[in-house]
């Protein structure tokens, strides 16, 4: 074990791969990690200066902890200032990380594989900690505090951000984009000016058990597939709890809670799936006194809404200019408008349909399915509900049944003629031979 007294470079210079590092208390300069080390801080500030980050780790097998670290804000011009002073000081732009004019002024950057950060507090930098082309990189109790981007994951694989606390950053909390398996659990993502979580282009992630509160948008997703959204609490963002969107395909958000988004605004959406995003589950989640509970716009096509819960909603559900979607075996109970399928063709019952508290049919069989179909009460496409349930259901769904619903439900082709007709006034309903249809 090596003890860091004035200079920490010093101590890591002097340190033989694999040895501990302890720092005590006091003020250090930039410092740069280039063998495996284990590096523990106790009262110890590093800070960084305008395109010298306080950290950089070049080295594998690195585990940091115990730091304070003070970062340096955005500000173009001077690092513009910077790269051509160093070019008039004939500098070579290669010496050093920090020189590249394309890298955030960030607290700390990582490009090495199996790096440990726990324990960390950054505050006030553009970025607060930088990771690019990394694998197996976590991130475990630390606090990101009044940074543009508190955390950007950029190109990185098998990582995780685990119980860590996000607060005020400018644009987000924690920005993963181009990665693949990156664990995001038990974090809180709290008053952030953009989205909490960003998850851009990015693939078989989980999103676990995370609070967002108070920020503009608590969860995005942006052109990003096959990953799980699960267990997360989204309460008092100012606009969305959750948002898929951008052809955002094949992700399972399940047994979520998005609750008073958009607040005293006049808009605010619990979960929306949007954009031509298809192909997703999204189950036994509760939305409760949102603007819209759920949504689904624009060009989304089979996705499963089953087993949700919507209370206190303005619009439990709506639906805009989509189609192929299935809703079923959903709770829709004391809200203002309990669904809202417009401009599209979607279908709202399975073997087995939703729970409207308004539904006023009759039940003479007594079998929990009403006799007399509801009519989806807003939105201009007529869309019905042929076996409406007569008291809520237990939210038990299993995603291959779903699968299997939805592939001989939702079977609307544009070309065909619609299931139904108006004649003065009054709802038709034909019948017609399904065709599978599945991409």
Request: net charge negative.
């Amino acid at each position: 074990m090596i003890f860091a007294e004035d200079d920490i470079q010093a101590a890591l210079d002097l340190a033989d791969p694999g040895d501990t590092v302890m720092v005590g208390p006091g003020q250090y300069g930039s410092v740069l990690v280039d063998k495996p080390l284990t590096i523990i801080g106790d009262g110890a500030k590093v800070s960084a200066r305008l395109q010298e980050p306080a950290i950089i780790i070049e080295s594998g097998s690195v585990s940091i902890s115990g730091f304070e670290v003070e970062g340096v804000p955005e500000n173009p011009e001077a690092k513009f200032g910077y790269y051509m002073g160093a070019l008039d000081r004939s500098q070579s732009l290669e010496v050093g990380h920090g020189y590249r004019l394309n890298l955030p002024n960030a607290a700390i950057l990582i490009f090495s594989d199996d790096v440990t950060v726990k324990e960390i507090q950054v505050e006030d930098a553009e970025v607060g900690i930088f990771v690019e082309n990394a694998c197996n990189v976590s991130f475990q109790n630390c606090t990101i505090e009044r940074c543009d981007i508190g955390i950007e994951l950029l190109r990185c694989c098998e990582g995780w951000v685990d119980s860590s606390h996000f607060d005020k950053c400018d644009k987000y909390g924690l920005y993963i984009e181009g990665c693949d398996e990156i664990s995001a659990t038990k974090n809180n993502f709290v008053d952030t000016a953009n989205a909490g979580l960003l998850l851009k282009r990015s693939f078989n992630c989980e999103v676990e058990k995370n609070l967002f509160s108070g920020n503009r948008q608590g969860l995005f997703l942006w052109n990003s597939s096959s990953n799980l959204i699960k267990e997360n609490w989204a309460d008092g963002n100012l606009y969305y709890g959750m948002v898929i969107s951008d052809e955002s395909c094949n992700n399972s958000v399940i047994d979520n809670l998005a609750r008073n988004n958009g607040g005293s605004s006049s808009f605010g959406v619990g979960i929306s799936i949007q954009e031509n995003s298809s192909h997703n589950w999204v189950a036994r989640n509760v939305v409760e006194k949102n603007m819209n509970g759920l949504e689904l716009t624009k060009g989304c096509e089979f996705n499963l809404v089953c087993c949700n819960n919507a209370s206190g909603n303005s619009n439990a559900i709506r639906l805009d200019k989509n189609q192929n979607n299935l809703v079923c075996r959903n709770n829709f109970q004391r809200n203002m408008i309990n669904a809202y399928d417009n401009a599209s063709h979607n279908f709202w019952n399975g073997t087995l349909g939703n729970y409207y508290d308004d539904y006023r049919g009759h039940d003479k069989d007594d079998d929990g399915v009403g006799d007399d179909p509801y009519w989806i009460p807003k939105g201009s496409s007529c869309a019905v509900d042929l076996r409406p349930l007569t008291s809520p259901g237990p939210g038990v769904f299993d995603l291959d049944a779903g699968k299997a619903e939805l592939l001989r439900y939702a079977v609307y082709r544009p070309e065909e003629d619609l299931p139904y007709k108006v004649e003065n006034d009054v709802i038709k309903i034909g019948t017609r031979s399904p065709t599978i249809w599945w991409r």
